[in-house]
């Protein structure tokens, strides 16, 4: 893998912060490519010799993030952690970048990265159904998994838009709890 110089990435980096800055502040669909170019003081054409366009720019952010959300699941497995050790790890990420997802999340994209989130989910927890508990034995596994990953979507997005009621452990355990149920 080629090494990626220094100054695109801290300009990449300035314009991912410049989209979230500005998020806060306006609707996504609001925010032109000058306004992102001012907010991270460069040309407007540096932009284009990054992305796209604005949606690619969001769209490549968001990606980074399930990315790493997917880094942290095979680790997870490797180390072989509890489902709730890896879910504290999961809040802990959302803590730490809590300004990228409260914002999206409040934004007219949230749609776009609860799918790819649910997708990941989905990837990662088809295999832990187990349809041979007494409580799911007469149910469709699929209708299992997506109880399943729509209410982690649900909880998570709840945590992060009521501004984190409760520490990640905290969160991981309920929800761990609730989970192994299922699992």
């Known amino acids: 893998m080629a090494k990626v110089d220094r100054r695109v990435l801290k300009t990449q980096e300035s314009l991912k912060k410049a989209v979230i800055e500005l998020m806060t502040e306006k609707n996504f669909d609001d925010i032109t490519i000058q ?8 040309n407007r054409g540096t932009i284009y010799l990054h992305y796209l366009d604005k949606y690619d720019l969001l769209d490549k952010l968001i990606e980074e993030h399930i990315n790493e959300l ?25 803590e730490s970048n809590y300004s990228f997802f409260s914002t999206l999340l409040a934004s007219s994209k949230a749609s776009s990265f ?9 990837e990662e927890m088809k ?9 799911n034995r007469e ?11 729509t209410s982690f979507v649900g909880i998570a997005e ?3 838009t009521k ?16 989970m192994d149920r299922n699992l």
Do not use: H
């Open 139 to 149: 149910l469709n596994e699929e209708v299992i998994l997506q109880f399943i990953v």
């Open 35 to 42: 306004d992102i170019a001012d907010q991270a003081n460069v």
């Open 114 to 122: 609860r799918s790819r989130f649910q997708e990941l989910l989905i």
């Open 70 to 94: 997917r880094v942290m699941c095979k680790s997870a497995a490797e180390m072989d952690l509890d489902f709730v050790e890896s879910n504290v790890g999961w809040f802990e990420y959302f």
């Open 158 to 160: 709840w945590w992060i």
């Open 163 to 178: 501004g984190m009621p409760c520490p990640p452990r905290v969160i991981a355990v309920q929800l761990g709890i609730l």
């Open 127 to 135: 295999n832990d159904i187990d349809t041979t508990k007494v409580i």
